[in-house]
């Protein structure tokens, strides 16, 4: 590992220095209820209490009087605002928004921030995406060429749409870029204002589950992984280590109450949130967008260094310096004391292509809730029977041939081959050189479960 460690037992000295009850402790998290991929330091933590139950089980801080304050924004960008203003010394969020975190802090004269966890991750870089409004005739990305594009400046996918332009070789003078929160955006792309609309998690997916909009670029073309994590205010975690320890600790339980049962956590994400179940599901449940690990692996560092080098291209962005900004010290302590093998987990990524070749398809029965089948024209034979006897089915979910993500079946593109096979794609381009190829045929959902009915 390249970055800057300092040994276990140093937190523990440090923790002794002064006196927990001597003063009150201010803790303000800001963390975002409308980005999947920042809950198990967020909306989880909060609403099981985690990190309360971890101060009280700490001998230091079981009797402090550590006040905890929890701010909700739709971006990363106003949480490092906000704790640059010393309002809050926690911050959850997206890769670029933390690269900018820790380099507008290092360009004060003393004010610093450090990385001191991840939250989840995506390999494939699928998360943010590109969507336009779902009866566009627009296909690919290099279509945008002088049209109009909104987007959250400062988010994680701001910084995506800037790197898939810059692959595109389309500036940005020949575009318009709009800054829009995701929920405005979200509503234009609704009703047909805007050409095109980058977000973030899971802002396209829940476009294309309420039959808005479609994807036309998934984060994943990017080749670079997609990353969240927690940034806190150095002065917090040198005055009390003990705290950030406890709430990496309350992060490494959000994420396996999480795993434990997937479909209770979508149901409860749910209700917390406000982004529907089916959404949830195709983040949380097995073979999901979302792999939740809070360990800071080598591959995450040099893809933060290569995001900073996306901004510092568009002059967006000041240095950083990384072995300065990034430490593994206290989520090493918080796994230690979590009874877990940090070096073992770190060696692990999960990549979808591998993990999810052998899944299953799945249905989501109003009623009689997940179904699964082992190949597409079993799902494909399934629905249609579904469909032909009036059951209500909540979503479907279907992988991509080739990246191995999650999709909603609804929204992929399906390729039927002469001897009866099905394959399922994200995106048309795809599916179509594939089909070309193979010599099939590409249909949508309707008439892919319409031909398994005949």
Do not use: H, N
């Given at each position: 590992m390249r970055m800057h460690r300092v040994a276990i037992g140093a937190i523990s000295a440090l923790a002794l220095v002064g006196s927990a009850n001597a003063k009150t402790i201010k803790v303000g998290i800001g963390h975002q209820s409308m980005c999947t991929d920042t809950y198990t330091a967020g909306i989880i933590v909060k609403e099981l209490g985690l990190f309360e139950k971890h101060l009280s089980k700490s001998d230091k801080y079981k009797d402090a009087d550590?006040?905890?304050r929890w701010a909700d924004y739709s971006s990363g960008g106003p949480i490092t605002n906000q704790m640059l203003a010393n309002k809050l010394n926690i911050g959850v969020m997206g890769d670029y928004p933390?690269?900018?975190n820790g380099a507008k802090f290092q360009a004060t004269k003393s004010l610093r921030t450090l990385y001191v966890a991840g939250t989840g991750y995506n390999l494939k870089g699928s998360g943010n995406a590109v969507v336009v409004p779902v009866n566009s005739e627009i296909q690919e990305f290099k279509q945008l060429k002088g049209k109009s594009i909104s987007?959250?400046?400062?988010?994680?996918?701001w910084g995506m749409t800037l790197k898939a332009l810059q692959d595109a070789g389309i500036s940005t003078s020949e575009i318009t870029l709009k800054n829009?929160?995701?929920a405005v955006g979200a509503a234009n792309i609704a009703q047909g204002k805007i050409d095109a609309h980058a977000d973030f998690c899971p802002w396209s997916e829940l476009?294309?589950?309420?039959?808005?909009g479609r994807k036309i670029y998934d984060g994943s073309e990017t080749k670079i992984p997609y990353l969240h994590g927690v940034v806190v205010r150095q002065e917090l975690a040198e005055e009390h280590p003990g705290v950030v320890v406890a709430f990496l600790k309350a992060v490494i339980d959000a994420g396996k109450w999480v795993d434990a049962d997937p479909m209770?956590?979508?149901?409860?994400?749910?209700?917390?949130?406000?982004?529907e179940k089916e959404v949830q599901y195709l983040y949380f449940s097995k073979g999901g967008h979302l792999t939740l690990e809070p360990t800071i692996k080598d591959k995450w560092v040099e893809a933060l260094e290569f995001n900073h080098g996306v901004l510092a291209r568009e002059k967006k962005i000041p240095p950083l310096d990384f072995n300065a900004w990034i430490t593994d010290k206290y989520i090493r302590q918080a796994f230690a004391e979590a009874g877990m093998d940090y070096d073992k987990q770190l060696k692990h990524i999960h990549d979808p292509k591998v993990a999810h070749a052998d899944l299953p398809m799945e249905v989501w029965h109003a009623k009689e809730g997940i179904k699964t089948y082992k190949d597409l024209p079993s799902f494909l034979a399934a629905v249609a029977k579904f469909q032909s006897v009036g059951q209500k089915l909540n979503a479907t979910y279907v992988?991509?041939?080739?990246?191995g993500l999650k999709l909603f079946g609804k929204m992929a593109y399906y390729v039927k081959g002469k001897d009866g096979s099905v394959k399922t794609f994200l995106r048309k381009p795809d599916a179509v050189t594939f089909a070309t190829k193979s010599g099939g045929s590409v249909v949508d959902f309707k008439q892919a479960v319409a031909t398994a009915a005949s």
């Open positions: 550590v006040k905890i933390l690269i900018v987007v959250p400046v400062g988010s994680a996918a829009q929160s995701p476009m294309e589950f309420r039959g808005t209770r956590a979508a149901e409860s994400l749910e209700k917390w949130t406000g982004v992988y991509d041939e080739v990246t």
